[in-house]
């Protein structure tokens, strides 16, 4: 087991499925809220202090080894748009498909067989991270990390932004974080002892209301 | 927090209502207590369904003041509750958050209105709102909450606000809002807020959407209608004032509850 074995997971080539999503940036697109590198990093800061900081955290916490069951739950609960749970339920399929013939584990094969419908990504991510023999700190980065890179490489395409533009902005967004990552692995270890419910639990309403509208278009680049 | 500091902490008041079925078809309340600033007044309703007005005898939550109301609606007791204006967070003497927690519970076959008037969040104000309720797996709800970012023309206040809905002991829907100026960044950016100054829930909760989820749907460009994992649904709106975003909420409230 290896750090390396970080680079491997949060490899954008990994064959997770992840390019298929844009993290909400679709629709911001077209709706106007992004319009260029400026929005693109203003939208990336408010998704990595929401959706980013609970993803980072439930991933820490699998990694610590709290319940998957509890915490697919709690990130239900933190998931009020039914189009963004099933979204994250098909990511966290494919993701576990990945993950166990990369790291096979019979802890992860017990979780595919609970949620044959897929777990929440974030949960799949810390216990792929678990079996890689990662550390809760790197799930989080993981996952904080790929709070943004979806959106920014999304826009990339939608707007033909300038990639230079879309990676200076995630360099900006880097001192965040690593803050991020820092208060989700300290949440996670509190729920270790406190519970699920002591998770981090930001929100970000437009990130919902435009991913209900996003999932009735008739026709759309990206699945969510 | 030092002793020093003690002298000029800010008001604590609890406010309390339990309301109980009165073995006659209708509702008791058997308790309603006011404490401080916060007042409760009983006003017309019918005696199935008594209602209760929450009444700001003072202005605030201040800055380092820390207000709780409770609601306690037994088996199969009703109650709707109001408030009879805005609440307004202002910034204290001292420097510290307000907080200002909402406790509610209804038990099997009880139902909660709970409708307050708008929270604004005046500049300089520092609040953190807890809102928890804890049902029956037969209980029913429907509860508004509307935070408006700043009065007029004005730069907002901070404000952290925490929803937590358990039903039957698990937690169905848990959602923390964080904004104005000390908040997380982008939250005033296209993710989260995007200029709007004016946010709201309603959430409505009926052991029937279990089996029976309220489909998903979208209400304009600033609101949607979600059914959550579990026997409630979810409206979460964001617009440029509070009388817009009433609009919406009172729309999908005429949908939801008939």
Not at chain 1, 106 to 134: I, M, N
Not at chain 1, 166 to 176: F, I, N, Q, V
Not at chain 1, 184 to 195: F, I, L, P, S
Not at chain 2, 14 to 24: E, H, K
Request: hydrophobic letters at 45%; one cysteine or more; proline letters at 7%.
């Amino acid at each position: 087991m290896s750090r390396a074995a970080l680079l491997v997971l949060a490899d954008g080539r990994f064959p997770a499925g992840g390019h298929a999503h844009s993290g909400g940036a679709e629709a911001a697109v077209k709706a106007g809220r992004i319009t260029g590198a400026e929005g693109l990093e203003s939208f990336c800061r408010g998704r990595l202090h929401t959706t980013g900081l609970v993803s980072a955290a439930l991933a820490a916490a699998a990694v610590l080894g709290v319940d998957p069951r509890q915490l697919n739950e709690a990130a239900d609960a933190r998931t009020p748009s039914p189009a963004l749970r099933a979204a994250a339920r098909k990511l966290g399929r494919q993701l576990m498909r990945a993950a166990r013939a990369t790291w096979p584990s019979a802890e992860l094969d017990a979780v595919a067989t609970e949620f044959p419908k897929g777990a929440h990504q974030p949960v799949v991510l810390g216990l792929a991270a678990r079996a890689a023999g990662l550390e809760p700190l790197d799930a989080a980065y993981c996952a904080a990390y790929e709070s943004v890179s979806g959106p920014a490489s999304a826009t990339v395409r939608l707007l033909s932004l300038d990639p230079f533009d879309a990676t200076g902005a995630l360099a900006r967004l880097a001192p965040e974080l690593d803050r991020v990552a820092d208060q989700a692995v300290e949440a996670a270890r509190r729920a270790v002892d406190e519970g699920p419910d002591s998770l981090p639990a930001a929100s970000a309403p437009l990130l919902e209301i435009a991913a209900e509208a996003h999932a009735a278009w008739p026709v759309r680049l990206f699945a969510s | 927090m030092d002793g020093v500091t003690a002298a000029v902490a800010g008001v604590r008041a609890t406010a309390r209502m339990v309301a109980r079925d009165d073995g006659r078809g209708g509702t008791a309340l058997p308790v309603l207590e006011s404490d401080g600033p916060l007042a409760l007044r009983r006003t017309r309703g019918s005696g199935a369904e008594p209602r209760v007005m929450l009444v700001g005898a003072m202005s605030g939550p201040l800055g380092g003041d820390h207000f709780t109301v409770a609601a306690d609606v037994r088996e199969g007791a009703r109650l709707r509750v109001g408030s009879a204006a805005a609440t307004i967070a202002l910034p204290g003497q001292t420097k510290g958050e307000a907080r200002y927690d909402v406790r509610l519970t209804v038990a099997d076959g009880g139902e909660l209105h709970w409708l307050p008037e708008q929270l604004i969040c005046a500049g300089g104000s520092d609040l953190y709102v807890g809102t928890r309720i804890d049902l029956g797996a037969t209980a029913r709800l429907v509860l508004r909450e509307e935070q408006v970012l700043g009065r007029v023309g004005e730069e907002p206040g901070r404000l952290t606000s925490r929803l937590v809905l358990r039903v039957a002991g698990r937690t169905v829907l848990d959602q923390e809002l964080a904004c104005g100026p000390g908040a997380p960044g982008g939250w005033d950016g296209p993710a989260v807020l995007a200029g709007h100054r004016a946010v709201g829930q309603l959430l409505v909760v009926r052991p029937e959407f279990a089996d029976e989820p309220v489909p998903a749907r979208v209400l304009g460009e600033g609101a949607a209608v979600m059914p959550l994992a579990g026997p409630a649904a979810l409206v979460t709106a964001v617009a440029p004032d509070a009388l817009l975003l009433r609009r919406l909420l009172d729309a999908a409230l005429a949908a939801l509850v008939p």
